[in-house]
């Protein structure tokens, strides 16, 4: 193994201008985040000064915008009145990129009180300009020093006689002077949005120049931190409430508290009034130190927490490099396990003790509850009676079905269900389990409720339940099932014929998930160009060949209600074009009642259908 110690070894040759492009393409967001670095790096310092003094003296930030400083009008000058610096200490913390744990050493802040851990904050600058100068004096007495570094990768440190530091207050001040295009992001307006971005919960007074020699003060009180709320119960009520309306932009249904000691982390949770889009991030507003970290609390917040907003600051979860996002670890995990408990104790207790809320509250996130009970056994057993499923005999709530029956019954997909709600039995209900996650729930009903066995429901069970014709019809609803199957076959149907309620439903169009996959083949088939036919034609051929697999000769069943009118006039119907036509149209009758698409054939079917009953009624010849 080489001696790196030897006369071998040689430094890194860095190049600042590529680490400069490295920052601003892949690391930080934009080059707007100089100001972030900027406020971070003199939040830090102000601290660092109230530990050595042992006060804790407010401090505070000004930033003079281009345009805003006569002498200078072409300049951005940021000041802080932390402990300022040395000229050694210049030279450690504003030339030297990476090493973190020195600038720990001289600005004497360690673990909570120290957030500017990189070391490569003031290089942000830039990003904005190609030259920075830094003026300091230390809070121990050490002589004024001025440190000047370019672009090219050069820098130089002077220590400053008092004559020319004169006005320099203890603390520190940066100065920029912007490439034409970018002066925008150093402008007064651009500034003070940034400013208060960024920077308005810091607890150091931030204050903005304006072009009229004017203050405007970014700050403004953190509401969704306790402690910074009135002391009045109800005007803390209704300020976080308000706050609460400004970040989501309506009136929040509820707000719920947030506390994490062991990691620093609190903050608040808005339930939305809405429930968001499918795909929805997980947003809201994450501050680290009462720095804005980012916008994006995915990875804080557990994934079924799309129904709230959050506002949340810590202290001591650890952010990544670029400072816009916290590095997974057992810390973030743990902080995360921690908010999903809040939110689920809130929703079991508004179950539980505030039905009325709560039903609101379903009414507006029912999809995102649901998601939630699928993985957590003590939030189903406690919302899952309380939220609303589709029966037979229309929208109910679990418990209300329980109420009723403790088996329950339920189809697998909302094609099923459509197909047989008209004619299940109304003592006997079928819940639709088609919508997303409601069959994982039901399923998982008797680990939760006792007493209470489920069972999936199929098409075909539902149609056999049906009561068969009278014995004295047989001869008649036999022949009528051999004619209209006649007449069907060219469309992959056979024809039945049952008995039952109601009696104004002609027919019923039956299919299973073998049928419909069949049916589903063939109208994609039929509308695709020849190669493509060609393809799926094999595909089925193939699939009728193999057994376990829905084949070719899978038929849908049209169960003709016997206790219906027409369905016995038509079996007396001797004239084989008007029997023939009427089946069709039953067919398409059937189809349409149980919400079925129309395939090219069947609109055929009910075309032609149409054309040959209205010749017939107005004597036309076919």
Not at 114 to 128: E, N, P
Not at 229 to 250: K, T, V, Y
Not at 429 to 458: A, C, H, K, M
Not at 507 to 529: G, Q, W, Y
Request: hydrophobic residues 40%; contains cysteine.
């Amino acid at each position: 193994m080489q001696d790196t110690e030897g006369s071998n070894a040689r430094p890194f040759q860095v190049d600042l201008g590529g680490v400069v492009d490295l920052l601003g393409r892949h690391i930080y967001s934009g080059a707007h985040v100089y100001l972030r670095e900027l406020l971070q790096n003199g939040r830090d310092a102000i601290a660092a000064r109230a530990k050595v003094s042992g006060q804790q003296a407010r401090g505070s930030i000004e930033i003079f915008p281009v345009g805003t400083i006569p002498d200078s009008p072409e300049e951005f000058v940021f000041r802080d009145s932390g402990q300022g610096l040395s000229a050694a200490e210049a030279g450690e913390l504003l030339a030297t990129v990476g090493r973190s744990s020195k600038r720990d050493d001289v600005l004497n802040l360690r673990d909570e009180d120290y957030l500017g851990q990189f070391g490569i904050g003031l290089l942000s600058c830039f990003m904005v300009s190609d030259r920075i100068v830094v003026r300091s004096r230390s809070v121990h007495g050490h002589p004024p020093v001025e440190w000047t570094g370019a672009a090219d990768g050069t820098f130089s440190i002077r220590e400053l006689p008092e004559d020319e530091a004169a006005g320099l207050a203890i603390g520190t001040e940066v100065r920029l002077s912007p490439r034409p295009d970018d002066a925008a992001l150093l402008a007064p307006e651009k500034v003070l949005r940034l400013a208060r971005r960024f920077g308005r919960y810091l607890p150091v007074e931030v204050r903005v120049r304006r072009t009229d020699d004017a203050w405007d003060t970014a700050n403004e009180p953190a509401l969704f931190l306790p402690q910074e709320r009135p002391a009045d119960e109800r005007s803390a009520a209704s300020a976080l409430e308000e706050f609460g309306e400004e970040l989501i932009q309506h009136r929040p249904l509820e707000t719920i508290e947030l506390s994490v000691p062991a990691t620093g982390t609190q903050g608040v949770a808005y339930v939305l009034p809405y429930a968001p889009p499918p795909g929805a991030r997980r947003s809201g507003e994450l501050y680290l130190g009462r720095m804005l970290l980012g916008e994006d609390l995915s990875e804080l917040l557990p994934e079924w927490a799309h129904f709230v907003r959050c506002v949340i600051n810590t202290e001591g979860l650890h952010p990544t490099a670029s400072r816009e996002q916290l590095v997974a670890d057992e810390a973030l995990e743990y902080t995360r396990e921690e908010i999903g408990k809040a939110l689920r104790r809130w929703i079991v207790q508004q179950a539980t003790t505030r039905p009325a809320r709560f039903e609101r509250f379903v009414a507006v996130h029912d999809l995102g509850l649901k998601s939630m009970a699928v993985h957590d056994d003590d939030l189903a057993a406690a919302v899952l009676p309380w939220l609303t499923v589709e029966t037979s005999v229309g929208r109910m709530t679990v418990h209300d079905y329980l109420e009723q029956s403790r088996h329950v019954r339920y189809v697998e997909t909302v094609d099923e269900f459509r197909q047989i709600a008209a004619v299940v039995p109304t003592e006997h209900p079928v819940i639709n389990g088609g919508y997303t996650y409601e069959s994982d729930l039901l399923r998982r009903l008797p680990l939760l409720v006792e007493d209470v066995t489920v069972e999936q429901v199929q098409v075909g069970s539902i149609l056999d339940e049906l009561a068969p014709p009278p014995m004295d019809d047989r001869s008649s609803t036999s022949a009528l099932e051999r004619r209209a199957s006649a007449v069907l076959a060219e469309l992959g149907c056979e024809a039945v014929v049952r008995s039952f309620r109601p009696g104004d439903v002609s027919a019923l169009h039956v299919a299973d998930a073998a049928a419909i996959r069949r049916i589903e083949r063939t109208e994609v088939r039929d509308s695709a160009p020849g190669v493509w036919a060609d393809v799926l034609g094999g595909v089925e051929a193939i699939t009728a060949g193999k057994p376990g697999l829905a084949s070719r000769g899978t038929t849908a069943r049209l169960c003709l209600n016997w206790q219906n009118t027409m369905i016995r006039q038509l079996s007396n119907v001797d004239d084989q074009v008007v029997f023939d036509r009427s089946v069709r149209l039953v067919y398409v009758q059937a189809l349409l009642a149980g919400h079925r698409p129309l395939s090219k054939t069947d609109r055929t079917v009910l075309t032609t259908a149409m054309s040959d009953l209205i010749q017939l009624s107005v004597g036309v010849a076919g």
